[in-house]
Each structure stands twice: as structure tokens, then as C-alpha cells.
């Protein structure tokens, strides 16, 4: 299957500084990404070069492998995607001019117009809303509405700039699902500019990880959060701790590696001597009141809770065992267990549970 | 003081009559300036709007220079038209000067400046990403530039404003390049400013009173405007 939109030897640069350099990517109909990174590592503009809104120094830009300014102009182009920025950047006009604004470029007819402003207005819930002047409106009936003017052009490409930054959790929880259901019926290929781990995984099923202007990291979001490829995308994906160490000896694969003076197993290719990052999702380490050592876990360490933050139904715990780790334990655990602060305990955790990275 | 209260008993004789003399005048202050407006209007906007949008190397110091023509004294700008127009001059041969359209050329350069400068300042203060939200829902470049400026009405309505105001009430370019000729050239400030310094105050009051009036007349209307669309917002 031949990709929707695909970029090529994409270069942009701001004077001599190099503000992004993607060599390929391309993404199907119906997929969706979330694009993540620390803040100047290129989402942003990344996005920008999506939507040809961006003046590039070198590359090109395809969908569906017709080149964008040569077989297909930038505005015919443009006529096939839609971005949302984190500001809502709604006309000082009425709320249903507003949505209609891109359909009139579009020379549609009055009656279409109408009745298309009128359903994706009813999709977002602000059908009421269609006569008040933007300008009255609250956050989150604002960004509601600048989606509703996004995909009421039914694009073939979305593309989100952090639209929900603004909003409060619940309303953004609400536009979140309005959105998923809108965008999977649609097939709409999607882009979201995220720094939230929520909004990825309900919105994404691929992430792309940016830093300095270069994807450090791209793949189905599963696959991802199990192996970051660096502190960033370990932290976005919920690993708050890196542990760093040293490989001491590797044995077909299972590698000794030691971390602050205690020796952790793992799986990965990297030669003894080499220097490694270790991320190890908090779900997978386990905790116990009793030893388990004689269990299948390859690694057993005493430890001390320093601290335990509740999470709504879970809560999150850090262990000192000489390293720093953390654990997630539902609340009825922390009951059972009797866990708090300063009480000592036993983690265990899988040697395929910790993931590599060379340093 | 009597002469104040019988100034403004005769201005008020004057208005109420129609006294042909200031009306004529009245009328053609406000065809000058009027038409001056609307083409520094056109010109101010049409340029404003492209230096606002526009980023290009050395436009920090075309706005400086737009920002400094603001204040460009109206006489020096009579003086330059005087020499274009005059007989031996570059544009002598079209026989310009001492006429009105050479005031309506002299006030369009006097307000195109004040036009364009709160122009830039408008278009400089809308959401930067405004321009790329309007290109993304597949506007032409000159469909962003409209749906721009529709955005900045209302601080360009203040440019109309200060643009009409500045011109209406402007004497020295006018006298220079228009020669306050009776029932061709002279405009309400010429007038007034002749009245007073033949001392017939009445008249240079009626005047007077009467450019303030209009001046009053245009700029309730234009902030109307204005306030009808800041309670839209």
C-alpha cells in the first residue's frame, strides 16, 4: 500500500542552526502519530513541513507520491489537510463563520455549507454555539470549535499542534473522545504535537521522538514506551528513573551490568566495559514483603520505600535499593502490604524487563 | 469676551443660514480631505498590511521610517509638493499647482504614513500564527491578507481616523500647494486662518466651529463602528 504522505531529505535552518533534518517519513491512511520531544527539538516545525506551511532549505513533500509544488501546488495541498495550533486562532467573526471560513475557500455551495457546519458542530456539541461571536467564547468551547473548522474539511491529514495545552483536564478528556471517534470514522491520518502521555496513547497508535531536530525514535507507541531510546522518551513514556551503569560480563545475551555498585541482569547486545542507560518501566517491577528470590525474576534487591504518591486508582512508589527505582502497586496493594514511607521491602524485577541503551 | 459671544453668536447665524460662502468651503474641506483619506487609506493598508505580513531583510527600518513619517511636519511635505508641481518643476507640466487636486496629493502623503504605521502596529499585534492558520484552512495569499485585515479592523478604523483628522485640520501644506484661492482652493483651515488675520472673527470662529464639527461628526461614526465591534467581541 503506497503511503498518504511521505517527506524526503527534509533540511530547515534558521540562519546556519539546523532546526530539523528528517531524512524520510511517511505515514498510511487511518494512521496516527504523536509527535514528542523536548521543547526546540523540532515538533513544531516538523509539523509546519507537514502541512507546507514551512520554507524548507532542502527536501520535498509527497501525498500519495504526487510531489507537493510540483504535480500537486502547496494550495491544492493545503486543501487536503488541517491543522489545529495550541492557541485557537478563531476569526473575530461568529462561530459559524468561523467553521464555514475553509469551505468557502472551497467554494462549496450555501446548502452544503450549512449543512456540513451544522454536523460537525453537532459532533463537537456546540450546535448552540453557532451564532455567538467567537470571541465570547470560554477555552474550551473556543478549541472545540477550531477543531470543528479543521475537520469540517474533511481533511485527509490532520495535524494538532498541542490543541488541548490550554484546556483543563476534563474538558480536554471530553474533546479527546469526540475527537478519537470523529478522526476513526473519518480514517483521518493524524499528527498530534503532544507532551502529554495520556493524549499519545489515547489518540496515537505511532510515536515519533524529536530531539534536536532529528527522530531519535519512531515506531508503534507499544513498542516504544517497552524500549525507549533515550531519557526523554523513557520519561514521556512514565520511566521517571535512568539508571547508568557499566556492562560487566555478557553471556549469550544476559548481561551483568553494574549499576551504583549492585550487579542487575539484563538482555541486550553490549560488550563488558560498555557504558549503558537501563530504563525499567515501574509496572514491571514487583514488590514483596517476603524474598522471592526463587522465583523466575533474575533480579531481587532489599529496599527501603522513600516515598509513595497516589494516582487516582494506583499509586506510584520509590524504592531505594541502593539504586533509585520506582514501582506502580494498586491501592488495595498498598493496603495489603502495609506500604509506607521508610518501611523495608523486597523488589524484584526480570532480567527482559530492563531495557538498554548504549551510552 | 464680547467678542467671543458675538463670534459665536455669527458662527451660529452662519451655520443655521447656510450661508453659501461657508458652505461652499465646508464642502470642498471635505471632498480634499475625504478623497486624501481614501486613497491613504487604499495605500497606507494595501503597504501596511504587506510590511506587517511580510518578514524581508531591512524591514525593521522601513517600519522606523514609516513610524518617523507619522510625524512628518505638513509643511516640509507642502514645500516638496510645491517643488514637484511647480511650473519648472518635475511634474510642472501637468499644470497641478494651486489647484485642489494638488492639496488632495500633498494631504494623501501627509496621511499614508499615519495610515500605514498603525496599519504595521495592527497587523504586528495579531496571534503571529494567524497568517499560518488562514494559509492552513486554504486561503490565497491574498485571501490571508484580506481575512488579516478584516482581523485589524478595528485598530484601522483609528487609522482612518487619525488619517481624516490629521489631514482635515492640516493648514500649512494646503495654503503652500493650494494657494487659498477663493472658491477654488480655500478649505476650512486656509479660511479660518485668513479670517483671523484680517480679523473677522466671526467667520474664522463659524469656521472654526464648523471644522470641529466635522471632525466631530466623522469620528462618532468611526467609533461607533468601533464600539459596535468591541461588544461583538
Known amino acids: 500500500m503506497s503511503a498518504l504522505i511521505t517527506i524526503k531529505d527534509i533540511l530547515v535552518k534558521k540562519g546556519v542552526r539546523i532546526i530539523l533534518d528528517v531524512p524520510y517519513l511517511s505515514a498510511q491512511r487511518g494512521e496516527s502519530f504523536a509527535i514528542v520531544g523536548p521543547n526546540g527539538a523540532g515538533k513544531t516545525t516538523l509539523l509546519m513541513c507537514l502541512s507546507c506551511l514551512e520554507r524548507l532549505a532542502r527536501g520535498s513533500l509527497f501525498l500519495r507520491e504526487q510531489q507537493v509544488g510540483k504535480e500537486l501546488s502547496n494550495l491544492d495541498f493545503r486543501k487536503k489537510t488541517a491543522v489545529v495550533f495550541q492557541q485557537s486562532l478563531l476569526f473575530n467573526t461568529s462561530v459559524f463563520d468561523n467553521v464555514a471560513y475553509g469551505l468557502r475557500l472551497r467554494n462549496l455551495s450555501k446548502q452544503e455549507i450549512a449543512s456540513r457546519v451544522m454536523d460537525y458542530l453537532g ?23 477550531a477543531l470543528a473548522r479543521a475537520l469540517v474539511l474533511e481533511p485527509e491529514v490532520l495535524l494538532l499542534d498541542e490543541p488541548f495545552a490550554s484546556l483543563d483536564a476534563p474538558t480536554s478528556e471530553k474533546i479527546i473522545t ?43 507507541l507499544i513498542d516504544v514506551f517497552q524500549k525507549p531510546a533515550n531519557d526523554f522518551v523513557a520519561s514521556f513514556a512514565g520511566i521517571d528513573v535512568v539508571l547508568r551503569g557499566e556492562v560487566m560480563e555478557n553471556h549469550d545475551g544476559l548481561l551483568g551490568v553494574k549499576i551504583a555498585n549492585k550487579r542487575i541482569e539484563a538482555v ?92 | 469676551m464680547d467678542l467671543l459671544i458675538s463670534g459665536f453668536r455669527e458662527a451660529i447665524r452662519l451655520i443655521f443660514s447656510f450661508d453659501s460662502e461657508v458652505f461652499s468651503i465646508t464642502l470642498l474641506s471635505l471632498k480634499i480631505s475625504g478623497l486624501a483619506t481614501l486613497l491613504s487609506v487604499f495605500i497606507g493598508i494595501s503597504l501596511g498590511a504587506a510590511i506587517g505580513i511580510t518578514q524581508f531583510w531591512g524591514r525593521r527600518a522601513i517600519i522606523s521610517v514609516v513610524n518617523t513619517c507619522m510625524g512628518f511636519p505638513p ?46 502596529a495592527a497587523i504586528n499585534q495579531l496571534p503571529e500564527k494567524l497568517r499560518l492558520q488562514a494559509l492552513a484552512l486554504g486561503a490565497t495569499r491574498l485571501q490571508t491578507v484580506w481575512a488579516l485585515i478584516k482581523e485589524a479592523r478595528l485598530p484601522l478604523l483609528a487609522a482612518i481616523m487619525a488619517g481624516f483628522g490629521g489631514v482635515i485640520s492640516e493648514i500649512g501644506a494646503s495654503i503652500m500647494v493650494g494657494g487659498n484661492i477663493k472658491g477654488h482652493t480655500r478649505v476650512l483651515t486656509t479660511a479660518t486662518a485668513m479670517e483671523t488675520s484680517r480679523g ?25 463602528i468601533q464600539m459596535k465591534g468591541q461588544t461583538q467581541r
Open chain 1, 268 to 359: 541486550g547486545p553490549f560488550d563488558s566495559g560498555r557504558r549503558v542507560a537501563a530504563f525499567i518501566r515501574p509496572e514491571n517491577v514487583v514488590l514483596s514483603i517476603a524474598d522471592l528470590s526463587h522465583i523466575s525474576a533474575k533480579n531481587h534487591f532489599p529496599a527501603k520505600i522513600i516515598d509513595t504518591v497516589p494516582f487516582g486508582h494506583y499509586h506510584k512508589v520509590t524504592l531505594d535499593c541502593g539504586f533509585v527505582i520506582n514501582s506502580v502497586v494498586t491501592n488495595s496493594t498498598v493496603t495489603e502490604l502495609g506500604l509506607a514511607i521508610g518501611k523495608d521491602i523486597f523488589v524484584s524485577f526480570k532480567a527482559t524487563a530492563v531495557h538498554l541503551v548504549a551510552e
Open chain 1, 123 to 145: 459532533y463537537f456539541n456546540i450546535g448552540d454555539l453557532a451564532k455567538r461571536s467567537a470571541r465570547t467564547l470560554s477555552g474550551g468551547e473556543a478549541q472545540r470549535v
Open chain 2, 75 to 120: 509643511v516640509v511635505i507642502g514645500l516638496f509638493v510645491t517643488i514637484f508641481l511647480w511650473r519648472s518643476g518635475p511634474f510642472g507640466f501637468l499644470g497641478l499647482l494651486y489647484t485642489p487636486t494638488a492639496i488632495v496629493i500633498a494631504q494623501t502623503i501627509i496621511a499614508t504614513p499615519i495610515v500605514m504605521g498603525i496599519t504595521v
Open chain 2, 200 to 224: 473677522n472673527f466671526e467667520l474664522a470662529i463659524a469656521l472654526g466651529i464648523i471644522l470641529l464639527l466635522l471632525m466631530l461628526l466623522v469620528n462618532t461614526i468611526l467609533t461607533s
Open chain 1, 178 to 220: 469526540e475527537l478519537k471517534s470523529t478522526v476513526k470514522k473519518t480514517s483521518t491520518t493524524l499528527f498530534l504535537v503532544t507532551h502529554n502521555r495520556l493524549e499519545a496513547l489515547q489518540l496515537a497508535n505511532k510515536l515519533i521522538a524529536l530531539e534536536n531536530g532529528r527522530i531519535v525514535q519512531e515506531g508503534f
